[in-house]
């Protein structure tokens, strides 16, 4: 066992823990996701069912934006079709936009990107919307006949498995895989709150990497069933006794004060917030992005990247987006207060001088 006894556990970002009780079936899921569909067990699944379904009806190609998570690139290689980069700025617009075909458009952070409307106008263009970034019940899809929609339910709270896509209602049956990596989920994230439970208490880094561990190998298991993979009904319970409505507030609160703390100081994607939106975290810019993350770290303040640019993009591309490369999401969700933001604030202002 190896103790960190100069640090408390205090921290901000990394994993969800398991704070919900059950209280509600996957109905509630289908109210707020606005329609019928098939759950799957990830996003990736999700994006994955609705592929197969294309590729049945003659479709070979889809168009996914340069700035994306590496995992959706998964069911395309699994299920042999061809995957092409269009490019996007920051912002999720596009002056590359592709003609024909079949899209794969992003809601990144949040927001709305309109490039989804202009595509969907368009009778030559089959789109396919992903929502993961979009809260759950915040805005609802308008799926139509060439219009997919993908999300996950794991971005807002503390789901270990949880995907859904506008196509069929049929349920799929439940590997014992899949029932092992959810209820492994859920035996990390147990372990991760009750270590956190006494914020005072000291670090000890074999339980942070063990249940960092477990968590991580979840991820490679999803990304190894990347095609329409079942849920257990339990997670999607999980998922549907979530308070949707109260995330969403402490959210905009938390991003709304970070904002105002941070600002002008530090240079930011986004600098209002428009009404509909619930943000998946407030993003800064930074050219020492990386060392801004370490240092971040070393006072206990984990931030996710979204995202490296994948292997696969290639690098006339890269330029184009700051994201990949300069991007750096800092956490404002539910588990945190006025307090923890203005600790949050602090830290980053003292880790960028
Ligand atoms: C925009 C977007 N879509 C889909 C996914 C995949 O979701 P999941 O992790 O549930 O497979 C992610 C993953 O982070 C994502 O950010």
């Known amino acids: ?39 799957t067990a990830s996003g990736r699944s999700a994006f994955g069912r609705v592929l197969a379904h294309l590729k049945a009806i003659g479709v070979d190609q889809i168009y996914v934006p340069s700035f994306l998570c590496e995992s959706l690139l998964q069911p395309i290689e699994a299920l042999g079709m061809e995957g092409a980069f269009y490019v996007v700025s920051p912002d999720g617009s596009t002056s590359d936009r ?8 992003i809601h990144y952070f949040g927001w709305t990107n309109p490039l989804a409307d202009e595509l969907a106008a368009d009778p030559e263009v089959i789109l396919i919307e992903d929502f993961a970034h979009v809260l759950p019940g915040s805005r609802k899809p308008v799926p139509g006949a060439n219009r997919y929609v993908v999300t ?39 372990q991760r709150g009750a270590y956190l439970a006494d914020r005072s208490l000291a670090v000890d880094e074999s339980i942070e990497s063990n249940y960092r561990r477990e968590l991580s190998d ?40 970070l904002n105002q703390a941070l600002s002008p100081r530090v ?33 206990r303040v984990f931030c996710p990247v979204h995202w490296r640019t994948p292997g696969a993009v290639p690098d006339q591309v890269v330029e184009m987006n700051w994201l990949p490369r300069e991007g750096l999401t800092l956490p404002i969700d539910q588990r945190y207060d006025a307090s923890d933001i203005d600790r949050l604030a602090s830290e980053v202002e003292r880790a960028s001088e």
């Open 98 to 105: 592709p003609r024909a075909g079949a899209v794969l458009v």
């Open 218 to 257: 979840v991820e490679t298991f999803l990304d190894d069933h990347s095609v329409f993979s079942g849920v257990p009904e339990e997670a999607l319970g999980l998922a549907a006794s979530l308070p949707w409505e109260r995330i969403g507030h402490r959210r905009r609160e938390n991003w709304e004060r």
């Open 1 to 39: 066992m190896s103790v960190t006894t100069e640090m408390t556990r205090w921290c901000v970002g990394g994993d969800f823990e398991i704070d919900a009780v059950r209280t509600n079936g996957p109905e509630r899921l289908v109210d707020l996701l606005g329609g019928t569909g098939s759950f």
């Open 267 to 299: 240079r930011r994607l986004h600098d209002e917030l428009p009404p509909a939106v619930v943000p998946l975290g407030f993003v800064i810019r930074d050219a020492n992005r990386d060392r801004l993350r370490r240092r971040l770290a070393t006072r």
């Open 152 to 190: 996950s339910l794991r971005k807002f709270g503390p789901v270990p498995l949880g995907g859904w896509c506008s196509i069929g209602h049929e349920s799929t049956q439940v590997s014992d895989g899949m029932e092992a990596a959810y209820l492994r989920s859920i035996q990390a994230r147990l």
